[in-house]
Nanobody, 124 residues
């Protein structure tokens, strides 16, 4: 699977960008898809994930209620809608696919394929 992440850029605090992760080579609906982020000087952390069933979504506490992950199977794309951005959301965002069990869906080691990342910078 090859993944292309897009939608990042310079965004004002409080803004609502939408990131997209488009797959090629395989159908993303067969996989769990996660979004992770890495801020400068920090480790890569879990942000959100959607189970392959598309019925179950998971979020980090820091983004719960502000971010929404969703799929468009017709476009082979998973989206991350980011509402009410905060300065702390500045990071490179990566999408990843794999077959994690539900109890490990937040574990980055459970994901096999990774996109190249798209940078989100939150400004005042």
């Amino acid at each position: 699977v090859q993944l292309q992440a897009s939608g990042g850029g310079l965004v004002q605090a409080g803004g609502s960008p939408r990131l997209a992760c488009t797959g090629s080579g395989r159908t993303l609906s067969s996989y769990g898809v996660g979004w992770f982020r890495q801020a400068p000087g920090k480790e890569r952390e879990f942000v959100a994930a959607i189970h392959k069933s598309s019925r179950t979504t998971y979020y980090a506490d820091s983004v719960k209620g502000r971010f929404t992950i969703s799929r468009d199977n017709a476009k082979n794309t998973v989206y991350l809608l980011m509402n009410n951005l905060e300065f702390e959301d500045t990071a490179v965002y990566y999408c990843a696919v794999g077959s994690p069990i539900l109890s490990s869906i937040r574990d980055r080691n459970m994901y096999t394929y990774w996109g190249q990342g798209t940078e989100v910078t939150v400004s005042s």
